[in-house]
C-alpha cells in the first residue's frame, strides 16, 4: 500500500532539511510541512539561497533518497528536546510550547534529527521524484515582528511521470497567470501610487466585470431579491455588536474618528443588510426578505500575501442576504444552491466540489445542528456529495463552500452560503408570526461569485484569458486589407454596434498578417477580414478563434450566427 502523499511530501521536507543540513551548516532549521502539491522548509540563514544552491540541494536530496534511509521516530522528554536542540531557538520555542501530557516526538533519518508530530513515509526510496521549484521570504510564524526566514518549496511524487505531469500543469499555469494575461489584454492594474490590493478597471475589464454583474443581476431579479445600497464607513459600533470586533478584527482596517465618533471601513456587508431589514416591522407574510448589494467591502490583508485579483484589500462581492422564517430556510437554501450552480455552469465550471463546515465546539448552539441539516438536505436534494471541515464554518454559523475546478485542474474556492441564527439574535431582528407573537427570524448569507474580483482573476485563468463571445470585450475585430477597404470596415462595425456587438476596426497601417496575429494575442473571438471582393458583395470572411476553416459569410448570417452563440452562452 502506497505512502499517501502528504506523508510522502512531509518526508520530503525531511530530506531537504537533511540535505540543507549537510551542504549549508549554517542554515537554522524551522519548520517544514506538506502542503497542496508539495512541501517547504522554512529555514534561517544570513546568506541567501541561490537558484544553483537549490541545484545542489536537490541533487544531495537524491542522493538521501537513493540510499532508502529508515524513518524512526522516539518519544523524548521536554527537557531532553530542550537540550538536543538548544542551539536552535525556533526548535526550542516549539519544544517549549508543547502542552503538558501531549508527545514530544524526534524522527531520524540517516544523520537528521528533527522535531516533528510525524505522519511520514517509512523509508525515504519511497520518494519516486521531486524537485525543488522556488525560494520565497516568510516571517517565522507568519508574524512580521518576528524574524524573516527563507522558504524553500518543493514537490514530491510517487513516479517520475506524475512530476512531470504537474511540472507541465505549472507551466501552463504560468502562461495563464491573470496577473500576466490582465497586463497583455489591458483589463486592470494595480497602481503602485495608490497602494497595495487595490484594483484599478481598465475599459476592457471594467466590460467583462460589467457582464458579469449583469448576469448574476438577472439570476436576482429571477428569484425576487430586492436592491439595497449601504455605505462604504459606518459607525464602529455595527461591529461591536454583531461580533466582527471581537471576531475579525484583525481583518479590518483600523478606525476613523470623526466628530469622537469611531467609525470603520466596511468589511462585509451583512450588518447593513441587517439595519435594513430592521428599519421597519415584518409579518411572517412578508417573509422571506431577500436584499442584494453589489457591495465593496475593505479587509487588511498584509503586503506579503496580496496577490493580483485573488487577494486584495478593497474588493465588491456579489452579496445578498435572505431573511425568513424557519420553516423556510430549506427551501430558501436550495434555491440559493440551485442559484449557484447556474453561475457555476455558465462561466464553463462543470468540476465542483462542496464542502459543509461546521462550528468549533466552544461556538456551538442548538441552532447549528438545524443549520447543517438544512445544508445537508439541500446537497442532497441536488445529489451532490459533499465533506466536512469540523471548525471551518464562520462565528455566526455553518456553511457550505462551493469549490470549482479549472481548465487545468486547479481547485480554487468561490461562492459560499452560510446559515446563520446568531447576528438575527445579536441584533434583535423580529417579525410577527400568524399566531400574533414576535419571532427571531433565520438568517442566509450567500456570496455565490464570491467577489467580482476573484471570481474574474479566476476566470481570466480557466479560460485563459480567451473569454467565450458572450463574455469577450471585443467580440469582433473587422480588419481591412488594404486602406482601400476601411469604409466598408466602418460600416460592418457599425452594423454590428447597432446590434449591440462589440467591436472594433483596425485602421493601423501594418500588413495584413501583422494585423491578425495582433488581433489573435488579443484573443478576439472573431476576426472579420474584408477585402475587395467582400466589400463588393457585403460579405466578411470570417476567422475563428480555435478553428482553421475561414468561412464567408453575408454580415446579417454573422451576425445571426454570433447573436445564438451568445444567447446560448457558449
Not at 164 to 193: C, M, P, T
Not at 277 to 306: K, Q
Not at 389 to 402: E, H, Q, R, S, V
Not at 528 to 544: I, R
Request: proline share 5%; with cysteine; hydrophobic share 40%.
Amino acid at each position: 500500500m502506497k505512502t499517501p502523499l502528504p506523508e510522502l511530501r512531509h518526508t520530503a521536507a525531511h530530506v531537504l532539511a537533511y540535505a540543507a543540513q549537510d551542504l549549508f551548516p549554517d542554515a537554522k532549521p524551522t519548520i517544514g510541512p506538506a502542503i497542496e502539491n508539495g512541501f517547504y522548509y522554512d529555514f534561517d540563514r544570513a546568506e541567501a539561497f541561490t537558484p544553483e544552491d537549490l541545484a545542489r540541494l536537490e541533487a544531495r536530496m537524491a542522493e538521501i533518497v537513493k540510499a532508502n534511509y529508515a524513518m524512526t521516530g522516539r518519544p523524548v522528554t521536554r527537557a531532553e528536546a530542550l537540550s538536543i536542540f538548544r542551539g536552535n531557538p525556533y526548535k526550542v520555542e516549539i519544544a517549549s510550547e508543547i502542552p503538558e501530557g501531549e508527545p514530544i516526538t524526534l524522527y531520524t533519518i540517516g544523520e537528521f534529527t528533527d522535531l516533528c508530530r510525524g505522519g511520514h513515509a517509512d523509508f525515504t526510496g519511497e520518494i519516486g521524484a521531486l524537485k525543488l521549484t522556488s525560494v520565497a521570504g516568510a516571517y517565522w510564524r507568519g508574524d512580521e515582528r518576528k524574524p524573516m526566514l527563507q522558504r524553500i518549496y518543493g514537490t514530491a511524487w510517487y513516479d517520475r511521470a506524475e512530476l512531470d505531469a504537474y511540472l507541465a500543469q505549472v507551466e501552463e499555469a504560468l502562461q495563464r497567470d491573470h496577473r500576466k494575461l490582465g497586463a497583455e489584454l489591458d483589463l486592470y492594474s494595480v497602481e503602485e501610487d495608490a497602494g497595495a490590493g487595490l484594483i484599478f478597471w481598465h475599459p476592457k475589464g471594467a466590460i467583462v466585470r460589467g457582464l458579469i454583474e449583469d448576469f448574476i443581476r438577472q439570476g436576482l431579479r429571477e428569484r425576487g431579491y430586492q436592491p439595497v445600497v449601504t455605505p462604504h464607513v459606518v459607525s464602529e459600533k455595527l461591529y461591536e455588536i454583531s461580533g466582527h470586533l471581537e471576531n475579525f478584527a484583525q481583518n479590518m482596517f483600523g478606525p476613523l474618528e470623526v466628530e469622537e465618533q469611531r467609525f470603520r471601513l466596511k468589511p462585509m456587508n451583512c450588518p447593513g443588510h441587517i439595519l435594513i431589514y430592521r428599519s421597519r416591522l415584518h409579518s411572517y407574510r412578508d417573509l422571506p426578505v431577500r436584499y442584494s448589494e453589489f457591495g465593496t467591502v475593505y479587509r487588511y490583508e498584509r503586503s506579503g500575501v496580496v496577490h493580483g485579483l485573488t487577494r486584495v484589500r478593497g474588493f465588491t462581492q456579489d452579496d445578498a442576504h435572505i431573511f425568513c422564517t424557519p420553516e423556510q430556510l430549506q427551501g430558501e437554501f436550495e434555491l440559493t444552491l440551485d442559484e449557484a450552480m447556474r453561475l457555476m455552469n455558465a462561466f464553463g465550471f462543470s468540476d465542483f466540489e462542496y464542502v459543509l463546515s461546521t462550528r468549533d465546539d466552544a461556538l456551538r448552539t442548538e441552532t447549528d445542528p438545524v443549520a447543517e441539516d438544512a445544508i445537508r438536505k439541500a446537497l442532497e436534494r441536488f445529489g451532490l456529495p459533499h465533506s466536512v471541515d469540523p471548525g471551518g464554518g464562520a462565528f455566526y454559523g455553518p456553511k457550505l463552500d462551493i469549490n470549482v475546478r479549472d481548465a487545468i485542474g486547479r481547485k480554487w474556492q468561490l461562492g459560499t452560503v452560510q446559515v446563520d441564527f446568531i447576528l438575527p439574535a445579536r441584533f434583535e431582528l423580529k417579525y410577527r408570526a400568524s399566531d400574533g407573537h414576535d419571532r427571531t427570524p433565520v438568517m442566509i448569507h450567500r456570496a455565490l461569485a464570491g467577489s467580482l474580483e476573484r471570481f474574474f482573476g479566476i476566470a481570466i485563468e480557466h479560460f485563459g484569458g480567451a473569454f467565450p463571445a458572450w463574455l469577450a470585450p471585443v467580440q469582433a475585430a473587422v480588419v481591412p486589407i488594404s486602406e482601400h477597404q476601411q469604409d466598408y470596415a466602418r460600416e460592418v462595425a457599425a452594423r454590428l454596434t447597432g446590434m449591440g456587438r462589440r467591436v472594433e476596426v483596425d485602421e493601423s497601417n501594418e500588413k495584413l498578417g501583422h494585423k491578425i496575429r495582433h488581433w489573435k494575442k488579443q484573443k478576439v473571438p472573431y476576426i472579420l477580414v474584408v477585402g475587395k471582393q467582400e466589400a463588393a458583395e457585403g460579405t466578411v470572411n470570417v476567422n475563428q478563434r480555435g478553428v482553421e476553416d475561414k468561412r464567408t459569410v453575408s454580415v446579417g448570417t454573422f451576425a445571426e450566427q454570433l447573436q445564438s452563440i451568445i444567447e446560448a452562452k457558449k
